[in-house]
């Protein structure tokens, strides 16, 4: 069925991070390193799951005008949850996370997948495309996290890549580098996407030839 | 005094919360495309983050943590203040028309936005007393503000450069973001914490 579609989008085509430049508070704080960026990157998903699940379900209940109020509180009791469950089974993640974590709640990618398309969807398709958008959201994380931790400390997932003779540029690592960054991923994401139009252009122009 | 000094400047530049903890990007890279929408906006996300923190504290100490609900503070302060600044932008409509007209509509953009939220989480992680979460936030909001025009007065010369075409928009923000946030950078380490 459509659902393996429903799951794709997020990844690549509607990635929240590089697509609909939404939520990038996280994708800046907690990427100095893989294993941070792959815990927020998954607490994230699991937050959208539930949530697109349970406006869903509810979705003929909530009545349209209360239904943003209704929205927030269902992310930030889901949150909560998360939270008191990364304390109990992963402190040294929660003290990492920090404050980030309690600031999921007012991520704008997780009201808008909940306004967008749970509300109008049955359970099952909102829960796949809550695991896409989801794992979207965690491979932009993990791409961000993965390139400041090479660049800047030489290392992926605490494993030394490079020898001694590489001498890190810190300020990758820290705030400034997080921008720049980025500003370069978006810029070559929208050489690759210029690229891919002129090709089709050009196979389309050769196809009128014929 | 000096303590409270201390923690305005430590909140407004050497912790600046744009640059160096990377929360309100949305509001950072959305209103900073003209200089009179950021600095209304500066205005808007000082007052409410004032005032949203003085009340989130009033409710955490004298309801929150009588009743042992400690946990439920993330739930609370976000209805908390999306209520409040619901009543607020009523009020302003009705009783000051002419404010209402200058930065009416950005209340309702920033009430529920990760700075208004971030300020009263920090003051209850660090246990803050009522006078010294009040002049964490005032810090925070100037900074948020400072950060912001800043920002947008860049911006605007941005427009009469040359750009590569691939980083036009977005990209080059970002770029200058990390420039001005490198600027910044320059006073950590300032005040001793």
Sequence with gaps: MNLWKEFTKGLIAENPIFRLALSLCPALAVTSNVYNALGMGLTVMFVITCNNISVSTFRNVIHPKVRVPVYIISIATIVTVAMLVLEAFLPVLFKELGIYLSLVVVFAIILARAEVFAAKNKVIPAMVDGLGMGAGFTLGMVTIGGIREIIGNGSFFGYQLLGSWYHPPLIVILAPGGFIVIGFIIGAMNLSEKRKKEKMEKTAAAGGNI | ?193
Aim: net charge neutral; proline share 3%.
């Design chain 2, 1 to 193: 005094m000096t303590e409270y000094f201390l923690l305005f400047l430590s909140a407004a530049i050497v912790n600046n919360f744009v640059l160096s903890r990377y929360l309100g990007l949305c509001i950072f890279f959305g209103v900073s495309k003209n200089f009179h929408a950021s600095s209304s906006m500066g205005l808007a996300i000082i007052s409410i983050i004032t005032m949203s923190s003085m009340l989130t504290w009033v409710i955490e100490h004298f309801i929150l943590q009588p009743l042992g609900l400690y946990f439920l503070r993330m739930i609370v302060f976000v209805v908390v203040i999306a209520v409040f600044v619901q009543l607020l932008e009523m009020v302003i409509k009705k009783f000051m028309p002419t404010l209402y007209n200058i930065w009416g509509i950005y209340l309702l953009l920033v009430a529920t936005n990760c700075v208004i939220l971030g300020v009263p989480i920090i003051n209850s992680e660090e246990h803050f007393t009522f006078l010294k979460s009040t002049v964490n936030a005032l810090g925070s909001g100037t900074g948020f503000a400072i950060a912001l025009i800043l920002f947008a007065s860049l911006r605007e010369k941005l427009q009469f450069s040359d750009v590569p075409k691939s980083l036009e928009g977005l990209g080059i923000a970002f770029i200058l973001a990390g420039m001005l946030a490198l600027a910044f950078q320059g006073f950590s380490g300032m005040i001793p914490l």
